[in-house]
């Protein structure tokens, strides 16, 4: 089993930043692709950003230019830089992963979400 924190929310002032982590832990996996989700009060969950295995990344229009995503394969961490953030900006992060416990099978797994709240 693959368990995922996220880490790093908080409040912080419209233009600052921010810098999210997720951690993952577990045996006998390999995490293919992770991204980055969010939920805003009364919102769907939207892809924020995402990144493969090999460093390939994508980001929703929302977010590019600002946000960086990137992963430590080590340490199985994923990090969300955000970067002059507005107040649309506020949600709840969700990690998400992709991951093979072998080699015939894959699931998706989800954090339990980290609050970012920008103020104006």
């Known amino acids: 089993q693959v368990q995922l924190v996220e880490s790093g929310g908080g409040l912080v002032q419209a233009g600052g930043s921010l810098r999210l982590s997720c951690a993952a832990s577990?045996?006998?996996?390999?995490?293919?692709?992770m991204g980055w989700y969010r939920q805003a009060p009364g919102k769907q969950r939207v892809l924020v950003a995402t990144?493969?295995?090999?460093?390939?990344?994508n980001y929703a229009d929302s977010v590019k230019g600002r946000f960086t995503i990137s992963r430590d394969n080590a340490k199985s961490t994923m990090y969300l830089q955000m970067g002059s953030l507005e107040p649309e900006d506020t949600a709840v992060y969700y990690c998400?992963?992709?991951?093979?416990?072998?080699?015939?099978?894959?699931?998706?797994?989800w954090g339990q979400g980290t609050q970012v709240t920008v103020s104006s």
């Open positions: 998400n992963a992709a991951a093979s416990l072998s080699p015939y099978t894959e699931y998706n797994y």
């Open positions: 577990g045996s006998g996996f390999k995490i293919w692709s």
């Open positions: 990144i493969t295995n090999g460093g390939s990344t």
